[in-house]
Antibody, heavy 121, light 110 residues
Framework: QLQLQESGPGLVKPSETLSLTCTVA??????????WGWIRQPPGKGLEWIGS???????YYNPSLKSRVTMSLDTSKNQFSLNLSSVTAADTAVYYC?????????????WGQGILVTVSS | QSVLTQPPSASGTPGQRVTISCSGS????????VNWYQQLPGTAPKLLIY???QRPSGVPDRFSGSKSGTSASLAISGLQSEDEADYYC???????????FGGGTKLTVL
């Protein structure tokens, strides 16, 4: 059974870079079948897709965040990562990692439990 | 402001049937399939409906989805107290080249 687990600092200072890692168990990040993604949810608000990455190197980023987002994949550790630069209080959110099957409209079918990241000095 | 529009709240009594709407445009719902997620309090979202009307294994058939034009709906029949949750619709947007979500609908079981 696939399990996804987010990890990283729970507190980031304004203007710094938020860095999170998602560790995958029960599945492989080197599979050509899946994209691996990040979605966030500000406290009390809705979901916002951040980006998705594929083993081949294909990546899609939310246009509103694209200038600040970098995603990478480490198949040796079965992990993928998110870097979000120049953070502000508006980036405070629960960050989820998730998996989706390749195919235009296929959904995110497995999610991590989420990690709360607070941006504050 | 979410790209997909959902009512902020919905409610029903046990046993009732409730529907939640999701309105979009030709760039998203009009040209791609719709997925629905259920988020129970304090937990991660869970896939509830995919490809407009398909249920993943383990999702009760009380949950159903439909799509027409640029709108979609989630229906829950035989409402139960454990259905109290937030529900989100989602679709790929061809103009944004990315995934968009509705703002979410908080379902209350009275």
């Amino acid at each position: 059974q696939l399990q996804l687990q987010e990890s990283g600092p729970g507190l980031v200072k304004p203007s710094e870079t938020l860095s999170l890692t998602c560790t995958v168990a029960g599945g492989s990040t080197s599979s050509s079948t899946y994209y691996w993604g990040w979605i966030r949810q500000p406290p009390g608000k809705g979901l916002e897709w951040i980006g998705s990455i594929h083993y081949s190197g294909s990546m899609y980023y939310n246009p509103s965040l694209k200038s600040r987002v970098t995603m990478s994949l480490d198949t040796s550790k079965n992990q993928f990562s998110l870097n979000l630069s120049s953070v502000t209080a508006a980036d405070t959110a629960v960050y989820y990692c998730a998996r989706k099957t390749v195919g235009a409209s296929n959904p995110f079918d497995s999610w991590g439990q989420g990690i709360l990241v607070t941006v504050s000095s | 402001q979410s790209v997909l529009t959902q009512p902020p709240s919905a409610s029903g009594t046990p046993g009732q049937r409730v529907t939640i709407s999701c309105s979009g445009s030709s760039a998203n719902i009009g040209s791609n399939t719709v997925n629905w997620y259920q988020q129970l309090p304090g937990t991660a979202p869970k896939l509830l409906i995919y490809n407009n009307n398909q249920r993943p294994s383990g999702v009760p058939d009380r949950f159903s989805g439909s799509k027409s034009g640029t709108s979609a709906s989630l229906a829950i029949s035989g409402l139960q107290s454990e259905d109290e949750a937030d529900y989100y619709c989602s679709a790929w947007d061809d103009s944004l080249n990315g995934w968009v979500f509705g703002g979410g609908t908080k379902l209350t079981v009275l």
